[in-house]
């Protein structure tokens, strides 16, 4: 069992910048890939960028890229998600996600999920 508690959260303007963090339980947490997803208000959850197990491969949806990077750190347990020229559209509450790969994890294969953190982007 895996729990993931997400940080970082909070009222920004646009053109600003968070850094989301997600801390992970347990001692496996390098056998997972690890990946942020976000849902907002009416509308479907989305993935937003993953990381591989051993941090040479990620993955950015395209609204997202050259904006956010994803990294993580497998001695601390945790993963981050740094957002830079934040957008209103960034509205959401955003969930730390864990899967056996990344390619499992996009294709609805998400083993386990935070709670989410808020992030608003006022315009």
């Known amino acids: 069992q895996v729990q993931l508690v997400e940080s970082g959260g909070g009222l920004v303007q646009a053109g600003g910048s968070l850094r989301l963090s997600c801390v992970a339980s347990?001692?496996?947490?390098?056998?997972?890939?690890m990946g942020w997803f976000r849902q907002a208000p009416g509308k479907e959850r989305e993935s937003v960028a993953a990381?591989?197990?051993?941090?040479?491969?990620?993955y950015y949806r395209d609204s997202v890229k050259g904006r956010f990077t994803i990294s993580r750190d497998n001695a601390k347990n945790t993963v981050y998600l740094q957002m830079n020229s934040l957008k209103p559209e960034d509205t959401a509450v955003y969930y730390c996600?864990?899967?056996?790969?990344?390619?499992?994890?996009?294709?609805?294969?998400?083993?386990?999920w935070g709670k989410g953190t808020l992030v608003t982007v006022s315009s």
């Open positions: 996600a864990a899967a056996t790969t990344v390619g499992t994890m996009l294709n609805n294969g998400v083993d386990y």
């Open positions: 347990g001692r496996t947490f390098g056998s997972y890939g």
């Open positions: 990381i591989s197990r051993s941090a040479l491969y990620t």
